[in-house]
């Protein structure tokens, strides 16, 4: 007997903005088929659609990621998914998707990752059924699902026919996979096997079956060297400058409008503005180009030194109020000043969710210098801190990359006699190597990052980031363990006793013998700089139990205070 369906939309539970109330869904197991096909997906689409949009329910979230296009499927043979003679597939990846959307897994895929989803594991598995003449998802065996795991392990790249192929390309062709088994029990005609059988999962399949595993110290997010580093920053920060040229031409527009300037001298103040500012006006596109650059510059600012995503620093709205805040701190009698960013997250997240990042104060310019170079766009509506310029959006994820390559080639930013390509997924990997550099751990790094596991922060969402860390932390251990045993500085703490020891030894070693003594000293424990000293931490000798707030430096065995002396 078909269920009754209420009269209000149906509101799926991956809210991207906390303006849309998650509400009862129906389940399509239950409805006929006239029902379903007249079901309300959102304010503007039904499930009979091929193109589910959510521009009324998600305002707030970029325009291209408020629509499921089902149109993704495309097929070898020219056609798509939506073509007559695919409607049952093409029913049974709707039922699916409507599951993620109201009542989904626990990582909360979004409306992009769906369709990211729909253009690779869904697509491959729909063209090996048509292939197959198999009708339906609950029709695929365990040896169809053997046999199109090796159709797609063995499926030459389109572009790079010759290159083999890693587990990075098998882990991309299999996304979406992961979540139609776990959705199938939620609708008709849903799988009535394991994709991945004996593999478990597509991470341990694509490693099985990879021509060429990529090893964890091998990443495809290159890591920023710290010469582009210090010049990009150097840069930027000179560049916070053209808001204060964008503020004006503003001003001189406004006094247009009100009767201090006229019309036709208008022109001959923007350009003597700009000419004051030391920039040329042969370009026409002027105003956009630097409004381009301020951007880039202000972004990467506040990336490097915050550890923020992109979406993260893209969700910045204009109100100084919402994006930026201090607290005083009480420490040993002294007050400590503590600067935070805020934004929100929609990382495993059904709705926005509000953080803070802790930064520095010079993160403050930069965003005061967006409030005033696009003070006219705030005016105007727009209320993000990064706005999009031809409407009241705000600036996609794909422009500022542009814009960033852009600037380092504006900037003539190389290294090695190339324009460094900067792109946003770069700057978390060197906040973060910036903050190991400076004695943080691996937990506070976590909670920085706002990963929700400490094995998120170890793979950083590939396999590198954890080793890269490690090997950081490594290299920092044995250029202080070098500098601490080859030298007479002298140490109190509760581990001075036997660093004294580790001194005798080591002076009377060979040169040979010495390099491979303080090779591996950092593989019995790693030095991290503490409050009062450094720690040298074994866990069998530490007395705090890895946690630093009961930190006892002065019993501890594992810690080493280097004294200094200055002569009066």
Known sequence: MSQTLPKERVSPTLALTDKAPVRDFVDIRKISKEEKYSLRISEESVY????????????????????????????????????????????????????????????????????????????????????????????????????????LATKPKERNVKKPITD???????????????????????????????????????????????PRGVGTTPQIPDEVVRELFDTAIQDLRIAECLDEIYQSEKDCRSGLIK???????????????????????????????????????????????????????????????????????????????????TKLEPDPKRYQWQTLPIVKRALEALQLGF??????????????????????????????????????????GKTWDLATHQFRKTFSRIMIRQGLGLKALQDQLKH????????????????????????????????????????????AGELREMRKEFRGMTKTDRKKFLENLPKKGLIEQMDDGLCYYRPKKALCGGDKLNCRPADCSNSWMPCVFRRT
């Open 263 to 345: 019309q036709r001298e208008l022109p001959n103040v923007k350009n003597e503005i700009y000419r004051n500012h030391g920039y040329s006006i042969k370009n026409t596109h002027i105003r956009k180009v630097l409004e381009a650059e301020l951007t880039s510059a202000c972004y990467s600012i506040i990336a490097m030194l915050t550890g923020m995503r992109v979406h993260e620093i893209l969700a910045l709205e204009y109100d100084e109020n919402k994006h930026w805040v201090f607290e005083d701190i009480k420490v040993d009698g002294l007050i400590l000043k503590l600067y935070f960013v805020r934004s929100t997250t």
């Open 375 to 416: 003070r006219r766009l705030n005016d105007a509506g727009n209320r993000w801190l990064f706005p999009e310029p031809s409407g009241k959006w705000r600036r996609s994820k794909n422009t500022i990359n542009n814009n960033l390559k852009t600037y380092m080639k504006n900037r003539s930013i190389t290294h090695k």
């Open 452 to 495: 929700y596991d400490i094995a998120m922060t170890q793979v950083y969402g590939d396999p590198t980031l954890y080793y890269e860390l490690q090997q950081e932390k490594f290299t920092l251990s044995s250029e202080l363990m070098e500098e601490l045993i080859g030298t007479q500085v002298p140490i109190i703490g509760g581990g």
């Open 48 to 151: 009979a659609d091929n193109e589910w949009k959510f521009n009324i329910e998600y305002p707030d979230i970029e325009p291209s990621q408020r629509v499921i296009k089902f149109i993704k499927i495309k097929f070898n043979d020219g056609s798509d998914i939506t073509n007559t003679r695919n409607i049952i597939m093409l029913e049974q990846v709707k039922d699916y998707v409507y599951t993620l959307l109201v009542d989904p897994p626990s990582t909360y895929p979004k409306i992009y990752v769906i369709n990211d989803s729909l253009k690779n594991g869904v697509r491959w598995l729909c063209e090996y059924m048509l292939d197959e003449s198999i009708k339906r998802f609950s029709d695929i065996t365990e040896s169809d699902a053997e046999a199109f795991l090796d159709l």
């Open 168 to 214: 990075r390309t098998l882990r991309t062709r299999a996304i979406g996979l992961n979540w139609l088994i776990e959705q199938s029990a939620k609708f008709d005609s849903g799988l009535r096997v394991d994709i991945f059988g004996d593999y478990k999962t597509a991470s341990t399949w694509a490693r099985a079956k990879a021509n060429l595993v990529m």
